[in-house]
C-alpha cells in the first residue's frame, strides 16, 4: 500500500525524514568523492568536513527515530526471568533510569554546543571548522537534538505506558501505538 506523502506526514516524521536526507547526501558526496580521487585524480577537499557534519546529523537524529519506533537493541535477559508484577516494576524503574540518562546527555550536549559559540566569559566566539571556517555549533547542534527529541519520546512512553496518559485504546490486545 502507498502512502501519499504530505506536509503532515514530513512533520509527523521530520526525524525519519532528516535522517534520510543527510544519509543520501552522504552516500552522494563520498561516492563523488571516490570518483573525483581515483579517476579524475583531484579529490574534494571540502567533502570529508560536510560529509562528517551530514552523518553527525544522521547518527542522532536518526537515534532518536530509531528511539521513537522501538528500533534500539536491548538485553532483556533478566527481565525476562523475572514474571508478573516484579517484571512490570524492573520495566517501570529502567524507564526512569532511560529518561534521567536521556535528561542528562541533553544538557551535557547542549553545554557543548554552548561553549562551541560563547568563551568562558560569556562573548561571542564562534569555534570553527578547519578548512571550510564553517560554525562547528551547526554539527554540535545535531547532538542535543537528537538527544532531546528521545527524551521527549521517552516521557511520552512513560506518560502512556506508567500512567496511561495519551494511550490509544486498542481491542486487539496489540501495540498501544
Known amino acids: 500500500m502507498k502512502h501519499k506523502i504530505t506536509l503532515k506526514s514530513i512533520v509527523t516524521n521530520l526525524d525519519a525524514f532528516i535522517t534520510g536526507v543527510t544519509l543520501s547526501i552522504c552516500v552522494v558526496l563520498v561516492n563523488a568523492n571516490v570518483i573525483m580521487r581515483y579517476f579524475a585524480n583531484h579529490p574534494l577537499q571540502w567533502c570529508e568536513e560536510i560529509v562528517t557534519s551530514l552523518f553527525v546529523w544522521t547518527v542522532f537524529i536518526g537515534s532518536a527515530y530509531a528511539h521513537r519506533k522501538h528500533a534500539h537493541l536491548g538485553v532483556d535477559i533478566v527481565v525476562n526471568m523475572i514474571h508478573g508484577k516484579a517484571q512490570r516494576i524492573v520495566q517501570v524503574v529502567m524507564q526512569f533510569v532511560e529518561l534521567i540518562i536521556l535528561i542528562m546527555l541533553t544538557v551535557i550536549s547542549s553545554q557543548y ?57 486498542s481491542t486487539e490486545g496489540g501495540n498501544k501505538e
Open 113 to 169: 554546543v554552548y561553549h562551541l559559540i560563547f568563551s568562558n566569559s560569556g562573548k561571542v566566539k564562534i569555534v570553527l571548522t578547519e578548512l571550510l571556517r564553517l560554525p562547528k555549533w551547526w554539527t554540535g547542534i545535531a547532538v542535543p537534538i537528537g538527544f532531546g527529541l528521545s527524551t521527549l519520546y521517552s516521557i511520552y512512553f512513560i506518560c502512556r505506558d506508567v500512567f496511561h496518559i495519551g494511550a490509544k485504546k
